[in-house]
């Protein structure tokens, strides 16, 4: 039989990804603060536990989603969370991005009552949970980690094991600290191509047939801010965090990150503007109104 498993946080990116575990028959007990979006879950047959404590004493397997490490620990290791209704062998993966150091901190406490902990954030966005299309990094033990890819396979289509715990939250930031960088390099070209005078579909075809093509372009730019939709798929505010663990690594590493750091003021800036509940892809309307053009495709 199928593992039992619980979800704690179903918004943007856990609802898609819990849709997929009932695709493929997982028995889910979820929960979320969102009430409305619970009932939605039960509808296609999840059972809503009352808190996260409840849904970790019904179940095997307990997958967290949610914004960032002070989340975390809270549903983990705080009042009510996690920890206090973890059964003994069960294991607790937390699919959040958030800082190394935390994920292990967690981890350990965790050990310490016998349960196993998997780090194993995500990169596609809202898309790819959609699609059942995410990549997945995993950190923690990988006899744990053979234990739980069916699990992954049900939610993504490139799982990597890293190493141990904490690695796959370094990999997923290194990963969103080049994502960042090339949203913003992006914008950048594709506005001076566009105001020099060039088609915007022709510099597009040109560069992704070219060395210049990145997937923020192909993916992001192309299927949201090249269209004009600025909603979010993956939010700007989450990016800049992103960006922010990034750069708390590499103080911790003594490693300088020059054009990362320039990345983390840019998307500062689009938080401190208002911007950040807006998409990742936001900079290219700024560089759109910098520039007096529009990229449509």
């Known amino acids: 039989m199928k593992e039992k498993i619980g979800f704690i946080g179903i918004g943007t990116m856990g609802k898609p990804m819990s849709l997929n575990l009932i695709k493929a028959e997982y028995p889910l007990v979820v929960y979320d603060i969102n009430l409305k979006t619970m009932e939605e879950l039960k509808e296609r047959g999840a059972t809503i536990g009352k808190s996260a404590r409840e849904v970790a004493s019904q179940t095997d397997v307990i997958i967290t989603m949610v914004p960032n490490s002070s989340d975390v620990e809270k549903v983990i290791l705080g009042e009510n969370g996690v920890s206090e209704g973890a059964r003994s062998k069960s294991v607790v993966v937390d699919m959040s991005t958030i800082d190394p150091s935390v994920s292990r901190k967690v981890a350990r406490a965790l050990a310490a009552k016998n349960v196993k902990m998997l780090d194993a954030p995500v990169s596609g966005g809202q898309m790819g949970a959609i699609a059942a299309s995410l990549a997945i990094m995993v950190g923690g033990d990988e006899d744990v980690f053979e234990k739980c890819l069916p699990i992954f396979q049900a939610m993504g289509k490139k799982i990597v094991y890293c190493g141990p715990n904490g690695n796959g939250e370094i990999v997923k930031i290194m990963n969103n600290l080049l994502a960042g960088i090339n949203m913003i390099a992006t914008a950048e070209a594709m506005t001076l191509g566009v105001k020099a005078g060039v088609n915007l579909k022709v510099l597009y075809d040109a560069i992704n047939a070219s060395s210049g093509q990145n997937w923020a372009m192909q993916n992001y730019c192309a299927a949201k801010a090249f269209k004009g939709d600025f909603e979010p798929g993956f ?49 290219v309307k700024i560089l759109e109104n910098l520039g007096n053009v529009k990229l449509r495709l």
Not at 239 to 258: F, H, R, T, V, W
């Open 235 to 283: 939010m700007a505010a989450l990016m800049y965090k992103d960006l922010g663990l990034a750069m708390n690594l590499a103080k911790e590493e003594g490693i300088p990150l020059l054009i990362g750091g320039l990345g983390h003021q840019i998307y500062s800036n689009v938080v401190a503007s208002g911007l950040g509940v807006k998409d990742s892809s936001i900079p």
